[in-house]
């Protein structure tokens, strides 16, 4: 098969998830992410812990505790530069949500956020891993 050929159907299975049926989860975790990296910028505690899931809420059982464990560990999300929505993956009631990152020191990051579906239907972020990107050639 021709490379372009796989390219061209790397990028397409790539995208699929964005159509059809599997916009409206997308569209709601990304307003999710995006809600909750707003509620930090605002430093808004009750606001950034409503986002989380329980199990999160089990490990981090107040809001203080959860702020603090993101200010520290996550200072990308915490504090981001700009940040734009990459993939996204639907597997069952999960939600595999890429967020590339720019952090105000200059470092690029990409965050793979992880969204459950709840019992009443909605989604909670269930946890994040972020990925230090390599820098690139010096122009």
């Known amino acids: 098969m021709d490379a372009r ?31 909750q990296i707003e509620a930090f910028l605002a430093d808004d505690k009750t606001q950034a812990y409503s986002f989380a899931s329980p199990q999160i809420r089990s490990k981090f059982p107040n ?18 530069g700009n940040f734009a929505f990459g993939r996204s ?8 949500q890429e967020v590339l990152i720019s952090a105000p020191d200059g470092k690029d990051w990409t965050a793979l956020y992880f969204l459950e579906k709840q019992p009443d239907g909605s989604y909670k972020i269930n946890g994040v891993q972020m990925l230090q990107q390599a820098p690139g050639p010096e122009i």
Not at 9 to 35: F, K, M, N, R, V
Not at 65 to 80: I, L, N
Request: glycine residues 8%; neutral net charge.
């Open 5 to 35: 050929i796989r390219s061209f159907a790397l990028i397409a299975a790539l995208l699929l998830p964005h159509t059809g049926y599997a916009a409206e989860p997308i569209d709601t975790a990304q307003s999710i992410i995006q809600q």
């Open 63 to 80: 809001e203080d505790v959860f702020f603090e464990m993101v200010r520290r560990g996550y200072s990308p999300v915490y504090r981001p």
């Open 89 to 96: 993956k639907i597997e069952g009631g999960r939600i595999v």
